[in-house]
C-alpha cells in the first residue's frame, strides 16, 4: 500500500498496517495517486511547493537519503502520472506536458498545452488522452517526440479523467456524460 503526505511518501502492509518504508517529501498536500512501476514509485503534489519523487520501493524504515532516484520541482498538485515503456508523462494544473525518462528523470520532451487541467492523462493503445478544464481533448502518440493526434473541443468544462471501457470512451463534463465510440463497440 503506497500513500503520499502529509510531506512524505509511506510503503504499509495491507494486511497488517506495519509500514514498510518512508521517504521525506513531496509536500504537505498532494492530490494525486502514486505510479509505481517494478522497482520504482513516483509521487507527485503540489501544495504549498510542487515535487515530484521517484523512490526505489526495496527499503526499510527511512529512505529519504538511501532510495531517492530523482526529483523534478515542476510537479503537477491534481492530474497524477501515466508510466508507459520506460516513459513518465505527466501534465501540471497550469498545462506544461512533459515526458520524462522513468528510470533517470532526464526531461524527452515537453509541451505547454492551452488551459488548465485536473483530469489525469490516459493510455488507450499507443495514443494518451488529456481533457483541459476547459473542455479541449488532447490525444497524442506516445514515444519520445510530441506528436499531436487531435485536438476536440467540448462544449463544457472537464475536470473529470475519462474512462475507456469496451471500445468506447466516457467523458464527463461540468453537466453532461458523453459516450465516444462506434454503436457496436464490444
Same mark, same amino acid.
Given at each position: ?9 509511506? @510503503?504499509? =502492509? ?15 498536500? &498532494? ?20 515535487? /515530484? /519523487?521517484?523512490?526505489? !520501493?526495496?527499503?526499510?524504515? =527511512?529512505?529519504? =537519503? ?7 520541482? #515542476?510537479? @503537477? ?6 508510466? $508507459?515503456? &520506460?516513459?513518465?508523462?505527466? +501534465?501540471?494544473? #497550469? ?28 493510455? +488507450? *493503445? ?21 506528436? /499531436?493526434? !487531435?485536438?476536440?473541443? /467540448?462544449?463544457?468544462? *472537464? ?15 461540468? $453537466?453532461?456524460?458523453?459516450?465516444? *465510440? !462506434?454503436?457496436?463497440?464490444?
Amino acid at each position: 500500500l503506497l500513500i503520499t503526505g502529509p510531506y512524505e511518501v509511506s @510503503s504499509y =502492509d495491507p494486511n497488517t498496517g506495519e509500514r514498510f518504508w518512508y521517504c521525506d517529501g513531496p509536500t504537505k498536500v &498532494g492530490a494525486s495517486t502514486i505510479t509505481f512501476g517494478e522497482d520504482l514509485v513516483y509521487a507527485s503534489a503540489g501544495y504549498p511547493k510542487k515535487n /515530484l /519523487l521517484c523512490i526505489r !520501493a526495496d527499503g526499510s524504515g =527511512d529512505v529519504t =537519503d538511501t532510495h531517492l532516484v530523482w526529483k523534478d520541482k #515542476k510537479a @503537477s498538485y491534481v492530474p497524477s502520472l501515466l508510466l $508507459h515503456e &520506460g516513459l513518465l508523462y505527466m +501534465v501540471n494544473d #497550469k498545462g506544461l506536458l512533459r515526458c520524462f525518462e522513468a528510470d533517470t528523470g532526464t526531461l524527452v520532451w515537453q509541451k505547454k498545452l492551452g488551459g488548465e487541467f485536473s483530469s489525469s492523462p490516459v493510455l +488507450v *493503445g499507443d495514443n494518451i488522452y488529456l481533457i483541459s478544464e476547459g473542455g479541449m481533448t488532447h490525444v497524442f502518440k506516445t514515444g519520445r517526440e510530441y506528436q /499531436l493526434v !487531435a485536438e476536440n473541443k /467540448l462544449e463544457d468544462e *472537464g475536470f473529470a479523467t475519462p474512462t475507456i471501457c469496451g471500445g468506447r470512451i466516457y467523458l464527463r463534463t461540468l $453537466h453532461h456524460l458523453y459516450c465516444l *465510440g !462506434a454503436p457496436d463497440a464490444e
